[in-house]
Antibody, heavy 118, light 108 residues
Framework: QVQLVQSGSELKEPGASVMVSCKAS????????INWVRQAPGQGLEWMGWINTNTGNPTYVQGFTGRFVFSLDTSVSTTYLQISSLKAEDTAVYYC???????????WGQGTLVTVSS | DIVLTQSPGTLSLSPGERATLSCRASQSVSSNYLAWYQQKPGQTPRLLIY???SRATGIPDRFSGSGSGTDFTLTISRLEPEDFAVYYCQQYASSPLNFGGGTKVEIK
């Protein structure tokens, strides 16, 4: 079945970097874009942007430029989110989600909790 | 940017009752590119409705979506115990693909 499996929880100190992976299976990886969504503790969903899995071209929403980088490795059907110069306010669950042919997101990865604390 | 406003913020209902959730857009959502997601505590969001009114695979028919332009509605005809959750709308007509703030459906 179509599945996105994300890497495990991370605890990082302020100023460090983190990389979250999202491995796809059950479909042709290059045929569907991947969205990234952030959910801060107790808050709603925030769309960060997306990456074209055919060209590797990323698109970032305002507020997620500079320190946030989407990348991919098509040989292992995996998309990555790297966050550098981590701040306490980056503490959140980060989700990857496949963009369907309709444009909606389905399925979603299980989420990766990134905690930034000294 | 298209801003989505969901109401009410919280809906307190009993099992078996009908739930009506609203999502209003700050400008028209072209082609009715509007989706609804369900998120239970500690779980991943799940796609319920896309294209404003099409149910995603495996979604029970007690969930229905309607609306066009700037006003959209998610209706749960008879609430089951597993339906108590937070519901989000999202427009995917134009970037940024904003979500609404969510409606929590809680047990009365």
């Amino acid at each position: 079945q179509v599945q996105l499996v994300q890497s495990g929880s991370e605890l990082k100190e302020p100023g460090a970097s983190v990389m979250v992976s999202c491995k796809a299976s059950g479909y042709t990886f290059k045929n569907y874009a991947i969205n990234w969504v952030r959910q801060a503790p107790g808050q709603g969903l925030e769309w960060m942007g997306w990456i074209n899995t055919n060209t590797g071209n990323p698109t970032y929403v305002q507020g997620f430029t500079g320190r946030f980088v989407f990348s991919l490795d098509t040989s292992v059907s995996t998309t990555y989110l790297q966050i550098s110069s981590l701040k306490a306010e980056d503490t959140a669950v980060y989700y990857c989600a496949r963009s369907t042919t309709s444009g909606a997101s389905d399925p979603w990865g299980q989420g990766t909790l990134v905690t930034v604390s000294s | 940017d298209i801003v989505l406003t969901q109401s009410p913020g919280t809906l307190s209902l009993s099992p078996g009752e009908r739930a009506t959730l609203s999502c209003r857009a700050s400008q028209s959502v072209s082609s009715n590119y509007l989706a609804w997601y369900q998120q239970k505590p500690g779980q991943t969001p799940r796609l319920l409705i896309y294209g404003a009114s099409s149910r995603a695979t495996g979604i029970p028919d007690r969930f229905s979506g309607s609306g066009s332009g700037t006003d959209f509605t998610l209706t749960i005809s008879r609430l089951e115990p597993e339906d108590f959750a937070v519901y989000y709308c999202q427009q995917y007509a134009s970037s940024p693909l904003n979500f609404g703030g969510g409606t929590k459906v809680e047990i009365k």
